[in-house]
């Protein structure tokens, strides 16, 4: 261990101290909270730790059309609680989704951890602050929709996260997450093979139970919580990818194929519908009320 990572004794959302160790998962240093069910990282690296691994970001991001059209989706989706007109996105990457809500009329901002995107983001004419953000970053209730897309499970303080996240969004706002399913089946299957276990990375690894119970901590409602699919993304992080992207341009190459495709789009409809049935989707999609 670093002499700075700090050694978790007890669960970072509900305190519990009766805690498991699963062995197929020692290697990213996994507990399992025993209390409210939570699997997490049981040390916090040192800010050491987190420089080094961020710093190796190329910043290459892909730029998807389909994830584009995806976030034009969610935005429209999103209208009803249009307000002040604010929309903050966590862990906002080089800005994609941001560019996509200023163009739908959004007062668009967005933190990020890694300082070459935030660079890059503002670079872009958008807002964005440094990550992790001081809680008075932003005025308190000062957000009609906050997001947060693949985030979560980077977070060492699930409470002040939740926390800040909740100053920033009004009452009845809406916080919209993603993040990897820990009861999906690709992790059923794969057990200390999936892709997502990755140490210091991800510390917190969500089911939508544990998801809804850490966020009904600091004041959130569910209105949906579903899980999706299979991620290709994430099964190719542990495959050699010849074009040297990770598998995302034939990733993409798929997505298309399916997209163009009745048959095929009928058939990731049934396999989603199994999934989603079950809560075995390799992503949880979530939708959260701040309560009034």
């Not at 809406?174 to 200390?192: D, V």
């Amino acid at each position: 261990m670093s002499s700075n990572a700090q050694a978790l004794l007890a669960c970072p959302v509900c305190g519990g101290r009766r805690l498991a160790a699963p062995r197929a998962y020692r290697r990213a240093h996994l507990a399992r909270c025993r209390e409210c069910g939570l699997v997490f990282a049981d040390r916090r690296p040192s800010e050491a730790e987190l420089a080094d691994h961020y710093g190796g970001y190329s910043r290459a991001d892909y730029d998807s059309p389909i994830t584009r059209r995806r976030y034009r989706d969610l935005l429209a989706g999103f209208e009803p609680y249009r307000r002040t007109g604010r929309i903050l996105d966590v862990g906002c990457g080089i800005g994609f989704f941001l560019e996509e809500a200023r163009d739908g009329g959004w007062q668009a901002h967005g933190t990020e951890f890694e300082r070459r995107a935030v660079e890059i983001v503002r670079a872009k004419g958008l807002s964005c602050e440094q990550a992790p953000i001081d809680p008075e970053a932003f005025e308190p209730g000062s957000f009609d929709v906050v997001t947060a897309f693949e985030v979560v499970e980077h977070v060492g303080d699930p409470r002040a996260e939740a926390a800040t996240i909740a100053s920033a969004l009004r009452p009845g706002g809406l916080l919209y997450l993603t993040t990897p399913n820990f009861a999906s089946l690709s992790r059923r299957l794969l057990r200390g093979r999936w892709s997502v276990v990755s140490y210091p990375e991800h510390l917190l690894y969500f089911t939508p139970s544990t998801l809804r119970d850490w966020l009904a901590r600091a004041g959130f409602v569910p209105v949906e919580v579903t899980t999706t699919g299979v991620s290709l993304a994430r099964l190719r992080r542990a495959l050699p990818s010849p074009t040297g992207d990770g598998g995302q341009r034939s990733d993409e190459q798929l997505r298309e194929q399916i997209e163009g495709s009745r048959a095929l789009r009928a058939a990731k409809r049934a396999v989603e519908a199994a999934l989603g049935a079950t809560r075995t989707g390799d992503t949880i999609k979530g939708r959260f009320e701040l309560r009034p």
